[in-house]
């Protein structure tokens, strides 16, 4: 258990050039500024599709599922019912875009994770066969942790949700 604590810790460089862009948020207390606290406008991911391709929304969602190597993550995000997946890749010409340092934080986000991002809608060049919203995707700009889950759990959704053939 302790070793998959580990693995989830991230030490976050602050002359990151995203530093800005990524992180764990502090304890949302409701305690904050009442016209700044409904400021934010989030989107449903059940709501997206085609015809918002091209636009900036906030994202909140649980990390259904995440992969990735080296300057690369995919990450499958879900709400209730919906998933769409997020994409994070290293811009090495303007790591002011997206750094290696905010790709990483990405992949160590523990599955289950309450998360929000702001991204750009984009078109999937095919159909993602595994989330609900096959037809757009989501180009990550800013990735925010609400709720670290638990390194590991004692029950995992994508278990529970496998077919049973017997």
């Keep these: 258990m302790e070793a998959a604590a580990k693995k989830c810790e991230f ?3 602050p002359n990151d050039p995203c530093a800005s862009k990524f992180g764990d948020l502090p304890l949302n207390r409701s305690q ?6 409904f400021t934010k406008k989030f989107e449903k991911i059940g709501n997206l599709d085609e015809s918002k391709a091209g636009q900036d929304v906030i994202i909140r969602g649980r990390i259904h599922n995440s992969r990735g190597t080296g300057g690369q993550s995919f990450m499958v995000l879900r709400d209730q019912y919906s ?6 890749f290293v811009d090495e010409k303007n790591p002011a875009n997206m750094s290696k340092g905010m790709v990483e934080y990405s992949r160590k986000l523990p599955k289950e994770s309450i998360i929000e991002v702001k991204a750009k809608v984009v078109k999937a060049e095919k159909d993602i066969v595994s989330c609900t919203q096959q037809k757009v995707e989501l180009d990550v700009k800013e990735i925010w942790c609400i709720n670290k889950s638990a390194p590991m759990l004692p029950l995992q ?3 529970a949700s496998r077919k049973c053939e017997n």
Excluded at 32 to 37: A, F, I, K
């Design 11 to 13: 030490k976050k460089d």
């Design 157 to 159: 959704i994508e278990d």
């Design 32 to 37: 904050g500024d009442p016209e700044l606290r």
């Design 83 to 88: 998933t769409v997946q997020a994409n994070l």
